[in-house]
Every structure is written in C-alpha cells, then in structure tokens.
C-alpha cells in the first residue's frame, strides 16, 4: 500500500524558510521520479518542483525558481523541499506525489498534504 506523509509546514513570516518532508512507502522509491504541488484556496493544485529517481535533474515552476530547492534521500526514501524567501503567495497545502516524468502525470492518490501559511 502506498503511503506519502508530508510533513514540515507551518505560519512563517515573508521572507523566512520551511523545510518539508514527505515519507514514502510502499514502492520501489529510488526508481520513481517525486514530485511537489501546492493548492492555494479557490486554486487548482500546480506543480511547484520535480526531482528524477536518481536525483540528477530537477525541475521547478517558475514562481519558485531560485527560492526553493527539492533534493531526495533514496536511503530514507524521503523527498525534501527546502524553501526560503517565501511570501504570502506561497501560502497553501503541499503535497508530494509520484511523477511520470515523460507526461508530468502524477501517480496514484494524494497524501494528507501539509499546510503552509506565509503571513506577518
């Protein structure tokens, strides 16, 4: 069965950093590609950052370029998002999820996601 648990969000003030974690298991994690998405209120849920399965090439929208970084741990079968100089327009629920990589198509279900709030 697999499972995604995110972790690691939490209210920061514009211009502080978070660092999420999602947990996964259940599959093969270091052969799949990861990926994170966020959905603001009233918004459709976007793709914020991808990372392929060895960890090698990354992809991220253009919001976040140069903000945040996603990095993975196939030894902990755990994926990361560390972001800085956040601002309010990041506020939302985070999730990670499997990536197709060829049709940036996630796989399977959603996690519980983890909320963050970038409010002063």
């Known amino acids: 069965q697999v499972q995604l648990v995110e972790s690691g969000g939490g209210l920061v003030q514009p211009g502080g950093s978070l660092r999420l974690s999602c947990a996964a298991s259940?599959?093969?994690?270091?052969?799949?590609?990861m990926s994170w998405y966020r959905q603001a209120p009233g918004k459709e849920r976007e793709l914020v950052a991808a990372?392929?399965?060895?960890?090698?090439?990354?992809k991220y929208a253009d919001s976040v370029k140069g903000r945040f970084t996603i990095s993975r741990d196939n030894a902990r079968n755990t994926v990361y998002l560390q972001m800085n100089s956040l601002k309010p327009e990041d506020t939302a629920v985070y999730y990670c999820?499997?990536?197709?990589?060829?049709?940036?198509?996630?796989?399977?279900?959603w996690g519980q996601g983890t909320q963050v709030i970038v409010s002063s």
């Open positions: 999820n499997r990536l197709n990589w060829a049709t940036m198509r996630i796989f399977g279900s």
């Open positions: 990372i392929s399965s060895g960890g090698v090439v990354t």
């Open positions: 259940g599959f093969t994690f270091g052969t799949y590609s």
